[in-house]
């Protein structure tokens, strides 16, 4: 399967586990095929890099740079080209998860944000949290 995971998920996935832990898991075992852009990366980076995850990076023995490079290491950077601001869209701040999704010709958008969860999908492209994920790659 192919898939856009939003930034929310790798944070949670590298740093508490859970179901985005096993998400994670799965793109490392090959089950999942994730593609970020270069806006989403820079994202990344700039979330990764809050004090107030710096306890749980020395929990996991992790800085925010290893982390960067464990999502680099399995992710397809694309060059998304931005698309306009669709209409439903209550958080314009989640339009390039949308443009990545759209350009990468995922088939789906793994997600927390209650905002693009509502959309339930873009452009043809469902939109679903991690649990549905799991359950689609039969890891429920």
Same mark, same amino acid.
């Given at each position: ?30 089950? =999942? ?51 306009? =601001?669709?209409?439903? *869209? ?7 998860? *949308? ?16 905002? *693009?969860?509502? =959309? ?21």
């Amino acid at each position: 399967m192919r898939a856009v995971v939003d930034n929310n998920l790798f944070v949670s996935g590298l740093l508490w586990g859970d179901k985005p832990g096993r998400l994670f898991n799965a793109v490392v075992a090959g089950r =999942l095929q994730i593609f970020l852009s270069e806006a989403l990366l820079a994202e990344l980076c700039e979330v990764l890099q809050r004090s107030k995850f710096a306890a749980r990076f020395a929990l996991k023995e992790l800085t925010p740079e290893t982390a960067l490079a464990q999502v680099r290491a399995v992710a397809r950077v694309v060059h998304a080209p931005p698309i306009p =601001l669709p209409a439903l *869209l209550r958080d314009a701040d989640d339009l390039p998860v *949308l443009a990545c999704a759209v350009f990468a010709q995922v088939d789906v958008i793994i997600t927390g944000d209650n905002d *693009l969860l509502a =959309l339930e999908s873009f452009e043809g492209i469902p939109i679903i949290d991690a649990a549905e994920a799991l359950t689609r790659l039969g890891l429920s």
